[in-house]
Every structure is written in C-alpha cells, then in structure tokens.
C-alpha cells in the first residue's frame, strides 16, 4: 500500500505537486493519469524518496521510503532507463544490484527468465540494447527483491505489440498475487486494458481516484455510431432535436445526446437510409481528454491559431 498525504513539492514558486492525497491499494493494478508536466514522475520520486517533499508526507507499507530496512525487497522501481552503466552486461548489473542488496544471486537468472532475456542477450553490454530491451531490463532490476510494491514511469514505452501485451499480462499477474501496482502511461488504450482503479492527477492536483469503470461511466457521453448514404438530411433531424452531430476518424457519424432507437425511427418516419446505428460507450481517452485536457500546463494551438 502506498499512502500519500497532502503530499507538495514546490521548486522554486512551481507548484509541481500540490496537496496530493491518496492510497494505492494492493490486488489491483493502479494507473496514474495526467498530461505532461502534471507531477506524475515528480510523485513517484517522492514515494521513492529521490526527493523530498516539501510539506506533507507518502509512506511505502506504513514507512517512509528512507526508513524501509530493505527497500528494494520492499518496492520494485522503473522511472525511466538511462540508470545503467552501458559498459556493464545486463547479468552484471543484475548482480551488482543483488549483491548489494543482499539478495540471492540464484534470483538474477530468475528475473531475466520472467522477463525474457535469454542468457546470450543478457551476457552483452547494455549499450547496444534495444529501447524494448532495456526496459525489460529495468523490470527485471524492479523485480529483483520480490518486491510488494512495483512504481513503474511509462513501463510500456518502446516496447513492440508483444512486449506490451507481455506487459499488460506481467502486471495484471503480480497485482492478482496481491502486490501493489501504481504506473503512469500516455497510452490510454492500453491504460484502459490493463488498470482496475485510476488517479488522476493535473497541475499537480488530484483530478479522480476512481475504478477504472467508475471513472467512464461517470464522466461518458453515450453516443451513437450512424453510418447513412444520406448524411445532410439526418443531420438536420438529428440537430433540430437539440443532438450534437460529428464526423468519425474512421468513417461515419458521432451523434450525442440521443438514443439509437430515436435516431432509426426519425430516419424511417423522414425516408433516410441508415447503414450501422450503433451505440456506444466513451472510451478511457474520450473521457480523460475531456476531464484533463483542460488541466494541461502545456497545450499546442490549432495550426491555424499558429499561421496567424
Ligand atoms: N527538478 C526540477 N526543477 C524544477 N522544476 C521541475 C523539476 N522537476 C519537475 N519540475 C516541474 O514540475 C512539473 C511536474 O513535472 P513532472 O515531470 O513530475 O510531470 P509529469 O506528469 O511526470 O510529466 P510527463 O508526463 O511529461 O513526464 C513540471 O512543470 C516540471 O517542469
């Protein structure tokens, strides 16, 4: 368990983390959400203890990060690569790690085993690793110490479509054997597949702490997938009943604001031809650009706002 409290950090006037307060519960995989700059990574360095708050406090299991007796048996970690000495092979830093941490060297072929580096790849230099690579190599280090707790910055990037089916498939295992599981991702889709409770953070300050169900149901706009020949004609039907009417990236028709099965009687009573009328649910990006775009430090402007 992980339990922040009205945990701040300010850098200079910034206000980078601001009166953060939540728990992220074992047996479940918690996603932590907001856009560039909001103070995800900046959080997850105080839970770590790699800064220190400014006021307010997070405890690890009950016990700030400094004073775990063992901690890397305690939390498993992965913000960001680049920690690695390049010289170094993945099996030495492995041990490095081990030995230091007193955990059995036995565990080091473990860990690369779970996380798929064969032996051959894990005898090279970490130089030549791939982005995938390496990142598999980080998880390994986070796991090491068969740790409770696992803080992981963006585990999914640079992995391909295996790894990060491969990952979705590691965490959901580890917080079913009941260990605590709190990572951030831009990758809604995939946040979506893989967490059961979310926080959100913007600006620093919590925006929801909230199921995964709980956080789309609340905050979707139903809409309806309508595929016409005809499109003119139902569209002002369907605006002169008040419904929003919008193009669909893949093809199609977005109507808010009425059901299904108004939209198909007003098409039959008016003589429009309707091909699909589907209704649908937002999905976690819909909702989470709509509660937290709003929130962004950093937003770039339409390309017409900029030629002018
Ligand atoms: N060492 C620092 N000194 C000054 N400002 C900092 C420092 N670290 C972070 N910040 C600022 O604090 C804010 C939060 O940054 P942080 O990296 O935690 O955001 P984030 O949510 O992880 O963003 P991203 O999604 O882009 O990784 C940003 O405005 C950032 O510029």
């Known amino acids: 368990m992980i339990e922040?409290?009205?945990?701040?950090k300010r850098y200079g006037d910034h206000v980078a983390v601001d009166r953060l307060t939540f728990h992220v519960k074992p047996g479940r995989v918690?996603?932590?959400?907001?856009?560039?700059?909001?103070?995800?990574?900046?959080?997850?360095?105080?839970?770590?203890?790699?800064?220190?708050?400014?006021?307010?406090?997070?405890?690890?299991?009950?016990?700030?990060?400094?004073?775990?007796?063992?901690?890397?048996?305690?939390?498993?970690?992965?913000?960001?690569?680049?920690?690695?000495?390049?010289?170094?092979?993945?099996?030495r830093h492995l041990l490095g790690l081990a030995v230091s941490n007193g955990i059995a060297r036995d565990r080091v072929d473990?860990?690369?085993?779970?996380?798929?580096?064969?032996?051959?790849?894990?005898?090279?230099?970490?130089?030549?690793?791939?982005?995938?690579m390496g990142?598999?190599?980080?998880?390994?280090?986070?796991?090491?110490?068969?740790?409770?707790?696992?803080?992981?910055?963006?585990?999914?990037?640079?992995?391909?479509?295996e790894g990060i089916r491969w990952m979705r498939d590691l965490l959901k295992s580890l917080a079913a054997q009941g260990r605590t599981v709190f990572l951030s991702s831009h990758l809604m889709s995939e946040m979506e597949l893989t967490a059961d409770h979310l926080i959100v953070v913007g600006r620093g300050r919590l925006l929801a702490d909230t199921t995964m169900r709980d956080f789309i149901e609340t905050h979707s706009q139903g809409h309806v997938l309508v595929r016409t020949p005809e499109p003119e004609g139902l569209r002002s039907l369907v605006e002169g009943r008040g419904a929003r009417w919008r193009p669909e990236p893949r093809g199609g028709w977005r109507v808010e604001?009425?059901?299904?099965?108004?939209?198909?009687?007003?098409?039959?009573?008016?003589?429009h031809a309707i091909h699909e009328l589907t209704p649908r649910h937002s999905s976690l990006e819909d909702v989470y650009t709509e509660l937290a775009q709003p929130a962004a430090r950093y937003r770039a402007r339409p390309e017409k706002e900029v030629a002018r």
Request: no cysteine; net charge neutral.
């Open 135 to 161: 990142q598999r190599l980080g998880i390994a280090a986070a796991l090491l110490g068969d740790p409770e707790v696992l803080i992981l910055d963006e585990p999914v990037n640079g992995l391909d479509t």
């Open 257 to 271: 604001g009425l059901s299904a099965d108004v939209i198909g009687d007003l098409a039959r009573r008016h003589g």
């Open 30 to 91: 918690t996603g932590f959400l907001g856009p560039n700059g909001a103070g995800k990574t900046t959080t997850m360095r105080l839970i770590l203890g790699l800064d220190a708050p400014t006021s307010g406090g997070v405890t690890v299991g009950g016990v700030p990060y400094s004073g775990l007796p063992s901690p890397l048996r305690t939390v498993g970690s992965l913000l960001g690569a680049g920690e690695v000495h390049g010289g170094r092979s993945a099996q």
């Open 4 to 8: 922040a409290r009205e945990l701040t």
């Open 110 to 132: 473990e860990v690369l085993e779970l996380v798929g580096l064969p032996a051959d790849t894990a005898r090279r230099r970490v130089r030549g690793f791939s982005l995938g």
